[in-house]
């Protein structure tokens, strides 16, 4: 199966190279992403005929299998992760002065020259493998649209056995009715033409990104201080190396669980 069925941990710069930005300079708080097949092949085939005695033989001929196609899966793993963020303390402060809610994210803003602080990430082993298993829910839910779909007519199409008949015109019927009765009864309204298959399988495919959508995969970010942030000394580095000079003020934030619902929301409830 060329799908991912697990997610790779990465760190902070692999996150941002996934989304298309720099390590040095990139500026993105994601933590998980999996992406939705691409190259998937629906199944082709014909009916054959050939004669059987004085009758006529007809039968399903493959010419070419299902495929699923590929993705990719990544999630930050856990550990301390130098970023190309800062944090806007005086906003902070001024909002909670004020009792104002607000999530910590939105203080966050791209690292510039005069910034006053670099923010490092803290992902803790608990969190990563919870993101981990936040990205193989997606990974579950594309696997499970290709079974449903094009995996489900390959697998009809293989079963179906040939059939003799007086003519051709029956003996094709036959195999026709053959197709429609081998597939799921719950998309046979789909019929036997593999594109709209291929079309049923991008549809489930896209419905993964509801988890995302409903912030079933979000998780949040509390301040805390550095001593509470075990091996802070030896944070990965984007560029390998610290950019900042000795002192410069660093302001941790840690993953917290925020409001990340994994398990809860089942594949088959949510691909329909």
Same mark, same amino acid.
């Given at each position: 199966?060329?799908?991912? /069925? ?37 199944p ?10 004085d ?7 493959? =010419?070419?299998?299902?495929s !699923? ?24 402060e001024?909002?909670?002065r004020?009792?104002?809610e ?15 602080n ?13 993101? =981990? ?22 697998a ?42 291929? /079309?049923?399988?991008? =549809? ?5 990104r509801?988890?995302? /959508? ?18 802070r000394?030896?944070?990965?580095y ?15 934030? =840690? ?5 990340? !619902?994994?398990g809860?929301?089942?594949?088959? /409830?949510?691909?329909?």
């Amino acid at each position: 199966m060329s799908l991912k /069925q697990n997610s790779d941990p990465v760190d902070h710069g692999a996150m941002l190279q996934d989304s298309g930005l720099l390590p040095a300079s990139g500026y993105g708080p994601d933590v998980g992403s999996t992406s939705i097949p691409v190259n998937a092949l629906a199944p082709a085939y014909e009916i054959g005929y050939s004669p059987a005695d004085d009758r006529v033989k007809a039968e399903v001929v493959i =010419r070419q299998r299902a495929s !699923e196609g590929t993705n990719t899966s990544i999630h930050l793993r856990a550990g301390i992760f130098e970023t190309n963020a800062t944090l806007v303390v005086s906003d902070l402060e001024a909002d909670r002065r004020r009792k104002a809610e607000a999530r910590l994210g939105s203080y966050l803003t791209e690292f510039r020259h005069d910034s006053k602080n670099r923010v490092y990430f803290v992902m803790p082993a608990d969190l990563a493998e919870r993101n =981990r298993r936040a990205e193989v829910e997606h990974c579950d839910d594309l696997i499970y649209a290709y079974q449903q779909t094009l995996g489900a007519l390959d697998a009809a199409l293989a079963s179906v056995r040939p059939v003799t008949a007086a003519t051709k015109g029956q003996a094709g019927e036959q195999i026709a009715a053959a197709i429609q009765a081998a597939l799921p009864p719950q998309r046979a309204r789909l019929g036997p033409d593999p594109a709209a298959w291929r /079309q049923e399988y991008e =549809r489930l495919s896209g419905l993964t990104r509801e988890r995302d /959508q409903a912030s079933w995969h979000d998780f949040g970010l509390e301040l805390v201080d550095s001593g509470a942030v075990p091996g802070r000394a030896n944070p990965t580095y984007l560029t390998g190396a610290s950019r900042d000079p000795a002192g410069f003020k660093v302001c941790y934030l =840690r993953f917290t669980t925020g409001t990340t !619902e994994i398990g809860t929301h089942s594949t088959a /409830q949510v691909i329909v």
